[in-house]
Each structure stands twice: as C-alpha cells, then as structure tokens.
C-alpha cells in the first residue's frame, strides 16, 4: 500500500490494465464502481475505520495491533465522493487532513466507550451497591487511563491534542450528570462520600490527559476542568459539619470506656489497660474515615480534626486523674507534742498514733487506688505517650499527602500550588496546630504520671506499709524495733511493683517509694510521738539503719542510682546529725532560727527545713536529755510522754513569750537544707555559741 504512490514504478500497460478492471461496491443502497486498487484501498479504509472509530473496545484485548491499524488507514488514504457520484481517493494526505481524521477516530471512539458504560451502569450499582454516578467515574477513569498509556502515545504522533480531545469528552459527559447531583447535596452521606471521591479522582486523570502534552514540551496549560472547584464549595462546610458531629460521638465513647474500666492489664506483654487502647481505636478509625474522604479540605477542616483529638484525649486525662487522691491524705496525722522523761516513758502502754480517718469519698476512691491498679494507670499513661508521638507522625504524613480546597481567600503569600493540584500551605501555620494540639496533650500525661507516681510511693510507705514502717518503727526502743525487721516486706513490695510496672516507668516509680520512705522515715523521727525517744546511742542504729535502707534501693548496682539515692537521703542524715548535738546546742538553734514563729503549728509534708522551728522543737521533744525535757517544760509547757492522755494539741502548744522573745532577737545562723556551709562548721561555731549560754538562768 505504500508503493502504490509512486505511479512512477508502475509499467504504463499494467496500469492501464489495472485501471480496465472494475469493481462493484455497494454503500447505503447505491451502487458504487471503482478501479481495483480503488475497491481495495476503499475497503481496508472502510475496514480501518470501523475498528479505529471505537479503538477502546476492539483493541481492549490485544492494544498491540492499535499502531499497525492506525497507520494502515491512513496510508489508505481519503476517500470521497465528488458532486458526480465518483470516488476520489486522496494518498499523501496533508497534515492537517490526518490531524482531522485522528481527532475524528479519538472523539468517536470516546463517545462509543462512554455510552456503552451507560448502558452497563445501572446493572452495575446494583450488584455493587454502588452509586451510579460514583460506578461511572470509575469506568471513565479506566477509559482516561488506557487513553494515557496505551493509546495516547500512538496517536500524539498525528494528532498532537488527541488527549486533550479525549479529555474534554470525558469530562463533558460526565459534568452533564453530576450537576444535578452535587446541587441536591445536604449531607455527607455514603452516596456523597462515594460520588465526590469518585469524581475528583476521575478530575485528576482527566487533567494529566489534557496535559500529557504539554508537560512533555515543558509548558503547563491553564486547567479547564473544574470538578475540584464545585465540589471543594460544596463540600467544605458539610465535611466541616461531619468533622464536629464526630466530636460528642467519640467524647460518648470515651467516657464509657473510662468508666467501665477496672485498670488490668491487658496481658503480661501488654501492661496498659484496655480503655486506652480503645479510646486510641476510636481515634485512628476518625481520622482514617477523615482522610478516606478523599475530598478537598482546608486548614479549618484540620483544626477541627486536631481539636477533637485533643478533648478527646484530654476529656480521658482528666477522669484518670479525677479518680486519684491527694497523696497527703495518706500521712498519719502528728500526735502531739511531748518532752521525754526517763521515769516513766518505760511504761507508755498507749497506742499514741491514730489511724488516719477519711471522709466516705476519699475513702472509696483509695479502695480503688491499690498499687497493682496504681501501676496499670501508669502503664496506661506511658502507652498514651507512645501512641499520642505515632498519632502525631500520622496525621502529618497524611496531611502531607492530602488536596487541599482550592479557596484563594484561604492562601497565604508563602502557599503554592505543586504540579499534582496539592497545596503547600505555610507549614508553621500547619505546625503551630500540632504543636497546640499535640504538646499540651504530652504536658498533661507527664503531669498524670507524675501525680500518679507520687501516689504509688505515698500508698506503699504510708498506707500498704503504716504498721510496719510509720507505726512500729523505732516505737517504744530502737534495738528492739530496727528497720531490719520489716526489710523482707519492703523488698516483697518492690519486686511485686517492678513486676507491674512497664520497664520505662520501673525507675521513676522506685525512686518515688524510696522518696516517700525517706519521709516516713523522717516522720517517725520527727513526728513519732510520746512513744519514740532516742539517745546518742540510738542515733548510731539509726545511722545503719538509713544506710541499709539506701542499699536496698541501690540493689547493688541494680536499682537506682548511687549518687541519686544520696542526694535524696541527705535531709535524713542530716536530721540525724542534729540529733547527735547536745540539747544545748539545738536550743541555740532554735534560739537563732529566722522563723518567727513558736514551731507549733500545723506545717505540710515536704515543707520542712532543716534549720526551721518546727524541726527544731521535734527534734528537742524526742531526744533521750535532760536537758532537752527542762526547757520543753519550762518555756512550751508541753506534758511528759508518760501522762500523754489525748488531750487536745492547743493545751500543749502554749506559746512561751520568753521563747517568742528568743527567736526574734536573733537571726544569725539561717541554716536550712539549701545553705552551702557544712554541718560541722555550723557545729563548731554553735559549740561556741552557747558557751555563755550555758551560764543564762531558765
């Protein structure tokens, strides 16, 4: 077919003999007479053209042959008739005439393929249960597909805009059906999600169809489709709409499941409880239906999102931290004050410290506060610090990847349009919400497992422990109630705690029990009452005992850190320390302490100074010296230990003006827990002191 131009080559009498046969046709009821290479040129013409006018269906199987067809019609030239009836066949046809023809064979063939997806449609929704429009889109993109990669590359070589011809088709057909759609919307219902989804994904495929072309020649078009734009107008507000009707749904949830939980943990693997795990389900699964919408959203539409995490999140935060107690209701109220006397402290037979009377309510929550349960809450905290980092790396990547509404009223100067139609929004507009969100979220667990740690350390020392520790420690005389007695307890709550608690959290939790130790241990020495009262020999014993106690939580290298446990007990040394000063010189103490006060009153847990006149009045009340006993009766009027009766605390705390006079007329030595200078100089400088203070008449 291709040398049959070249009349040239052709002998002159085989010519005239071909041009001598004629050949009878027939088409739409006339007879048509032609030559014989005109019958066969006109017949492959007649034979191409009907498979090329819908190359979607008859190359669908085999697109291999699409090429040779294509180039088969048009070297067989055009044919048409003239005003009498005869045919002229047209070889070496212009490029404008084989630009007309493809684009002929593309528009046919688009128009073929959509109706015949028409007329399959309906029973198609039916089986799939599917929108009809949203099982349309799909066909069509399958159809815009193919065009792109297997045909579009053939035909660009004769018709440049044989894409953008298919496109506008596409487009057309399918734009005609959705409008009266998208103008009936009023809910994001399933079909709405369906049909926008579906016709925003078919938009993307038509827009890199129409320009195929041009971005090959590295010049962009101006995009003529506008599915994104409607649809961007009408979804913005009913996504919005969706977006908050989630939020009391979830808020429902949570605080159901909040409410239902018993804080076991899940399995020995999983420490955490099964309300965080659930709460962390009914998230991902709103924020994955969130960005399965594929549907074009703004940066409202991710606050709104962000927002119900963070009232999710923080609603479940506040009902595990509304459910805990204050751990200073666990301390054994401080009986009152007491001088020693050594003829009849041998026969105190009175159990001198109550136990601690709660009100109903704090009481039912602290039944519910076990240190078992104590430690799941904590797991369950740690995971939610685990689970809010990934929730967080989430949404971004999501975010990232996500078409953003197209509304220039929402755009700022540093937001661009990439190649793909995804929006590049200022990202510290995008970051300073997750910061908002995320950061505040982390802030408040850490203080929920601070608030509970503190717990877990109160609840074993002061109230799983009470009788052992607060209440028979040192009680009665230290030899014969040492701290080696109850050590295999204190060793039996450790390991139980380390077995509870996730491996991350086992440091924090044991240095809160030995922290909340150290202040039992103080207040046994401080606060111990009538019944405890130790000699210079006794503070030796206790010194060991101290000693032991840290090695218990060093665990030989074990446990915590040695220098860490230290620090921690050096109050505790160092209230030991005072007691190993001679009456005389604690009274001078008091004398020069800078608080302006008698050292009666009520005072809180963890407020204690070293050098404080509460401190320093304990420390006189429960040393074994006479002379400690003489000033306690003379100038506080406080009752010996053995007549200890109950009797109210205001009778034996009378303040001395003489000792008010004492305090405030000097200021000299203000030694507290933070001062810089030694112990042992301020002893010597005491020893100093008081050696006219010796000689002052009481």
């Known amino acids: ?37 005109q019958s066969i040129l006109w017949s492959i013409g007649l034979w191409c053209d009907n498979k090329l006018q819908d190359y979607h269906w008859h190359f669908f199987q085999k697109p291999s042959l699409f090429k040779g067809v294509l180039s088969m019609a048009l070297a067989a030239g055009n044919q048409k008739f003239d005003v009498s009836g005869n045919m002229e066949l047209t070889l070496n046809a212009s490029n404008e005439i084989i630009d007309s023809k493809v684009r002929m064979y593309v528009e046919r063939s688009a128009e073929a393929a959509c109706k015949r997806v028409t007329d399959a449609i309906n029973a198609g929704s039916k089986v799939d249960k599917k929108h009809p429009l949203a099982l349309l889109a799909s066909e069509l993109k399958s159809i815009a597909e193919r065009q792109l990669t297997v045909y579009h590359p053939v035909l660009r070589h004769w018709c440049a805009e044989a894409g953008v011809v298919s496109a506008s088709i596409l487009h057309r057909f399918y734009g005609e059906r959705l409008e009266p759609f998208l103008k009936n919307i009023s809910c994001l219902s399933e079909d709405v999600k369906q049909v926008l989804a579906a016709a925003i994904l078919l938009e993307n495929y038509l827009i890199e169809l129409h320009s195929s072309e041009q971005v090959k020649k590295g010049v962009h078009s101006p995009l003529m489709f506008d599915f994104e734009r409607e649809i961007g107008e009408i979804a913005r507000p009913i996504i919005l709409d969706w977006v908050i009707a989630q939020h009391a749904r979830i808020l429902e949830w949570t605080g159901r499941a909040a409410d239902l939980e018993a804080w076991e943990p899940l399995s020995h693997q999983q420490k955490q409880a099964a309300s ?76 001198l410290v109550e136990y601690v009377v709660l009100d109903n309510a704090v009481n039912k929550k602290l039944d519910a506060l076990t240190t078992s349960k104590l430690c799941v809450r904590m797991n369950t905290l740690q995971y939610m610090q685990k689970k809010i980092s990934s929730l967080e790396d989430g949404i971004r990547e999501s975010w990232s990847a996500v078409r953003v509404f197209k509304d220039q009223t929402c755009l700022d100067e540093d937001s661009h349009w990439t190649s793909n139609g995804i929006l590049e929004m200022c990202s510290e507009s995008v970051d300073e919400l997750f910061v908002a969100t995320f950061d505040c979220i982390r802030d408040s667990a ?111 290298g074990e446990g915590l850190p040695r220098s860490l446990v230290e620090e921690e007990a050096r109050f505790a040394h160092q209230i030991l320390s005072l007691f190993s000063l001679r009456a005389e010189s604690v009274i001078q103490l008091l004398m020069t302490s800078s608080e302006h006060s008698s050292g009666l009153e009520a005072h809180k847990y963890g407020d204690r100074h070293l050098g404080d006149a509460h401190t320093l009045i304990r420390i006189l009340c429960h040393k074994k010296e006479r002379e400690a006993s003489k000033f306690l009766k003379q100038y506080y009027h406080l009752p010996p230990s053995s007549v200890y009766n109950g009797a109210a605390v205001e009778d034996s705390s009378m303040k001395s003006p003489l000792m008010a006079d004492l305090i405030k007329r000097s200021a000299s030595f203000r030694w507290s827990d933070k001062s810089s200078s030694s112990f042992r100089t301020l002893k010597k400088k005491i020893q100093d002191a008081t050696s006219d203070f010796r000689q002052v008449g009481w």
């Open 446 to 556: 850490a203080d929920a497992i601070k608030r509970t740690c503190e717990l877990v350390g109160a609840r074993v020392v002061f109230w799983d422990m009470r009788e052992p520790f607060i209440f028979n420690l040192y009680h009665g005389d230290v030899e014969g109630a040492r701290l080696e007695t109850i050590l295999p307890q204190f060793d039996r709550v450790l390991n139980n705690v380390c077995a509870l608690i996730d491996d991350t959290l086992r440091d924090i939790v044991v240095k809160s029990i030995f922290k909340a130790s150290l202040e039992g241990y103080a207040w046994v020495l401080l606060d111990g009452g009538p019944s405890r009262a130790f000699s210079d020999f006794d503070v030796v014993m206790m010194e060991d005992d101290l000693n032991i106690l840290k090695d218990l939580f060093v665990a030989d």
């Open 276 to 351: 965080a795990v659930e709460v962390f389900r009914i998230i991902e699964e709103t924020v994955d239906q969130f960005f399965e919408l594929r549907l074009p959203v703004d940066i409202t539409h991710l606050q709104a999102l962000l927002s119900i995490i963070f009232h999710t999140l923080d609603a479940y935060l506040q009902k595990v931290v509304n459910q805990l107690v204050d751990k200073h209701n666990l301390y054994p109220p401080a009986p009152p004050l007491t001088r020693y006397k050594d003829t009849a402290f041998p026969s105190a037979k009175k159990k």
């Open 1 to 37: 077919m291709r040398n049959i131009p070249s009349s040239e080559d052709v002998v002159q009498n085989e010519k005239k003999y071909l041009e001598s046969l004629v050949c009878v046709n027939h088409c739409s009821g006339s007879e048509i007479r032609l030559n014989l290479v």
